[in-house]
């Protein structure tokens, strides 16, 4: 029979009135939290409003622990919060929002509600006759709940980013991709050597990728070098030239990535490595920081001379079930990737060699009838003042943003007319690839190599995994510039971005305590031993204040230190005197004796002992020690 309902106060039979015990009320309070949050996360996984889901958890919560008489509640309660971590582990990977912090809620709700529902139990057991009810704990309670909350967030921020990236995979094939999902697949996944300026992107808020990195930066997929003013689109011409034979070395699943050439950033720079996670249904891009040296996946790739990369054969390639060999929706790629931490002293410090010339053949064609002679004069006006390629890039970044506006909505130019010169003179409204184009050009007018750039924003950052949420709409389109001995470096002219090597850690208390996982780990555990060892270091301290202020107990402890050493410790029912004198007999030391008297007369006798006789005591207290 349950106990859930019974309040019994004796063992006699007599009628009682069926009610639920007060202890599984405050048991319901943390069940209903622990529910209500998962219940959130499944709702937003089914594309409904997480308050929804929420109090579907709540009311089921509160049902199952308080109106289910024919179940013991204990038992419904334990069911309840299995089915809320199982819905947890099925939905809590979906990376279409950040409810972390659901996750976080829910651990806590329930750990603290397996350890009420304890306390409940005991709370409605029938007492013995003649017996009491157990004390209110409320504030026993209280301090465990707040024990473990904190115990839930300090491994949740230590050691969930930690385990998933340690654990989880660095590489994966996913789903096979069909001719349909390429069909379907956005031009911002897709490799391809030309890019129109005038149709608009695609930016839904369909998560495309998720990846898994120290730090945010751009996720670079395809570079264009050469601007048609009549057709107002990019093209790549360098597409996919030979390059050497030795560009791609295989290893297993790594295949380490030979430098682009006069690149001395993807060269020598400090290692960045980042873990892709496929969303999508379908995508042919090797998507990476700048520079790819090393990617660890079961596809074959092909580096391009611009040193980007995308998956062989994907455009070419189909299998008899009309598959592709691109990225599959799954699929897991990890790139290591190389870059120089610059700062704006060494970007304008005067070049120590000179710009290759096959830079400058590729990267600064602009008297060629690609763009219109009053772009370049004023570009030629914007850069007067300034005496290196770095400030008369600022000055161009200053220029757009002073001067134009971006938006997504911003008319389409004409048929036939230059996209860079209509923007720049006449709308002076477009988005991020008119704006990029735009520093491109300015800057080629100038006698600065440039490219144009595609791929993604780093994208919002997963609160509890740590993990980067690329979305559609995180396409991008940015400007590359070459500099002499350093290589390609990325400005964004939408937008205000740091150079690596100026840039400070920044973030939220979320990042920080990231960054500084193990001393904090280190730290709160020593707090948390700290404040459940307190009371017996406070008795430990009390105990020798006593000692120091009263030479009995004082004598006394030493006479103990000395009796555990020998093996014979003392008897709580002994008095100081026997005690002594049991230890003098088993040390055959006759002078124990006499300080047992002495210890007595301290304790109990009105006066104490005289001073002579606790000098006496001490010295034979002292001979004592080994």
Not at 130 to 151: C, D, F, H, K, M
Not at 544 to 571: Q, V
Request: glycine fraction near 8%; charge should be neutral; proline fraction near 6%.
């Amino acid at each position: 029979m349950s106990l859930r309902g019974d309040a019994f106060r004796s063992v006699d039979t007599a009628p009682r009135v069926r009610r639920v015990a007060p202890a599984y009320r405050v048991v319901s309070v943390p069940a209903a939290i622990a529910l209500g949050s998962v219940g959130g996360i499944a709702a937003e996984r089914s594309h409904l409003p997480w308050i929804v889901g929420a109090l579907a958890g709540v009311v089921a919560a509160v049902l199952g622990v308080l109106a289910l008489p024919s179940i013991p509640t204990r038992r419904a309660t334990v069911v309840l919060l299995g089915l809320g971590g199982l819905i947890a582990l099925r939905h809590a990977s979906y990376a279409g929002v950040d409810r972390s912090w659901l996750l976080v809620i829910w651990a806590a709700g329930t750990m603290l509600t397996l350890v009420l529902v304890d306390r409940a139990d005991a709370e409605v057991a029938p007492v013995l006759e003649g017996g009491s009810s157990l004390p209110n704990r409320l504030t026993e309670t209280a301090r465990v709940g707040a024990l473990i909350s904190l115990v839930v967030v300090v491994t949740a921020v230590a050691l969930v980013p930690t385990v998933t990236n340690r654990l989880g995979r660095h590489v994966w094939p996913g789903l096979q991709p069909t001719i349909g999902d390429r069909a379907d697949a956005t031009s911002s996944l897709l490799s391809g050597d030309q890019l129109s300026l005038t149709s608009r992107p695609r930016l839904s808020n369909s998560v495309v990728l998720t990846v898994d990195a120290a730090h945010p930066d751009f996720w670079r997929g395809e570079t264009f070098n050469v601007y048609s003013s009549t057709d107002s689109a990019w093209t790549n011409s360098l597409g996919d030239d030979p390059v050497p034979d030795d560009s791609v070395t295989r290893v297993g699943t790594r295949i380490d990535i030979a430098p682009e050439v006069y690149n001395r950033s993807a060269r020598d720079g400090k290692e960045f490595r980042q873990t892709f996670h496929v969303e999508t249904t379908y995508s042919n891009v090797v998507f990476a920081a700048p520079s790819a040296r090393a990617v660890e996946t079961d596809k074959q790739v092909i580096r391009k001379p611009d040193g980007t990369l995308r998956v062989a054969g994907a455009d070419i390639y189909r299998g008899l079930d009309g598959s592709d060999s691109g990225f599959g929706k799954g699929a897991v790629y990890t790139v290591t990737s190389r870059s120089l931490p610059v700062t704006e002293v060494a970007l304008r410090a005067p070049a120590a060699v000179a710009t290759p010339p096959q830079i400058t053949q590729s990267y600064l064609s602009v008297n060629d009838g690609t763009t219109t002679p009053r772009v370049r004069e004023l570009a030629q006006q914007i850069a007067a003042g300034a005496t290196n390629r770095f400030d008369k890039v600022r000055a161009f970044e200053s220029w757009l943003g002073a001067n134009t506006q971006y938006s997504l909505n911003a008319p389409l130019s004409p048929s036939g007319v230059d996209v860079v010169d209509d923007f720049l003179f006449h709308t002076r409204v477009g988005w991020c690839e008119q704006i990029a184009s735009s520093l491109v050009m300015m800057a080629r007018a100038a006698g600065i190599p440039a490219r144009l750039v595609t791929g993604f924003v780093p994208g919002s950052r997963d609160s509890l995994t740590g993990r980067f949420l690329v979305r559609e709409r995180d396409a991008h389109a940015w400007t590359e510039v070459y500099f002499p001995g350093i290589g390609w470096q990325g400005f964004d002219p939408t937008a205000s971005v740091p150079l690596a090597g100026d840039a400070h850690a920044g973030g939220s208390w979320l990042s920080d305590a990231r960054r500084n996982a193990v001393p904090l780990a280190i730290t709160i555990s020593l707090v948390i031993l700290l404040a459940v060892a307190s009371p017996e270091i406070v008795a430990v301290l009390r105990r020798r204040r006593a000692r120091r202020a009263s030479w009995s107990a004082s004598a006394l402890h030493r006479l103990e230190r000395a009796g555990r050493k020998a093996g014979r410790a003392r008897d709580p029912a002994e008095t100081p005197r026997e005690y002594a004198l049991a230890l003098g007999q088993r040390l055959g030391d006759d002078r124990l004796a006499r300080v047992g008297d002495t210890l007595d007369a301290d304790l109990y006798s009105a006066n104490g002992a005289p001073e002579t006789d606790r000098a006496d005591a001490d010295s034979v207290l002292t001979s004592l020690r080994p």
